[in-house]
């Protein structure tokens, strides 16, 4: 079935340093792609999708780029900022696999930014 | 007013007792979704609805059971409460549709403790 792996965490940087959370998937057909973030205390909200190969999402600041030859859609972010302290979680959609009509979730990656 | 809604958002309670939890939403959307939170597992799908007259289960239904009593409402219940089934829950609706791209809004979440 559909899968989604994420990098260990959890991820701790100095403020404006430079993110990348790997993110990679196991789908068949064309999976649409999604990063959700978690802030401390509340639900997910979307932060970025794509929806076919070489699609760049972004916002924020934050952008993955859909690479099928990797099955990957990693996200990157150039000057992190404390704010910017939340889990992040990558999920895919599937018109055509087990994830039809569902996402299907990595484990997450908690991010802490220092000052 | 948020879009997703859902009650209790904490709750304590003992091994064996019956526990609902309620997801309210207008969004107007057609599919709505029940997911835990488990730390370093990310979310697991527990049920899902896409319309009022279609209940699925997910990869982790053992020990669960929902309604959808319009659509707009969907419950979680819990018939006998135990400790491993603490955990943060959340609910989450989509539109419906045959693109594939199944963007979802999430509620807050209930945290739930079985003693």
């Known amino acids: 079935g559909d899968s989604v792996t994420q990098m260990e965490g959890p991820v701790t940087l100095s403020e404006e340093a430079f993110l990348t959370i790997n993110c990679t998937y196991t789908a068949t057909g064309y999976p649409s792609l999604f990063w959700y973030v978690q802030y401390p205390g509340e639900g997910l909200q979307l932060l970025l999708k794509a929806t076919k190969a070489d699609d760049k999402g972004s916002n924020k600041g934050f952008e993955a780029t859909y690479r099928k030859e990797t099955t990957s859609f990693h996200l990157e972010k150039g000057s992190v900022q404390v704010s910017d302290s939340a889990v992040y979680f990558c999920?895919?959609?599937?018109?055509?696999?087990?994830?039809?009509?569902?996402?299907?979730f990595g484990q997450g990656t908690i991010l802490t930014v220092h000052p | 007013d948020a879009d997703v809604t859902q009650t209790p958002r904490n709750r304590i309670t003992k091994t064996g007792k019956r526990i609902m939890l309620e997801c309210s939403q207008t969004?107007?959307?057609?599919?709505m979704y029940w997911y835990r939170q488990d730390p370093g597992l990310g979310l697991r799908l527990i049920y899902y609805s896409f319309d009022v007259k279609d209940i699925n289960k997910g990869e982790i239904s053992d020990g669960y059971s929902v309604s959808r009593q319009a659509q707009a409402k969907f419950s979680l219940s819990l018939e006998s409460a135990i400790p491993n089934q603490t955990a943060l829950y959340f609910c989450?609706?989509?539109?419906?549709?045959?693109?594939?791209?199944?963007?979802?809004?999430f509620g807050p979440g209930t945290r739930l403790t079985v003693l």
């Open positions: 999920a895919l959609s599937n018109a055509g696999g087990t994830s039809y009509g569902k996402l299907t």
């Open positions: 969004k107007g959307h057609d599919r």
């Open positions: 989450a609706t989509s539109e419906a549709g045959t693109s594939g791209i199944y963007e979802q809004f």
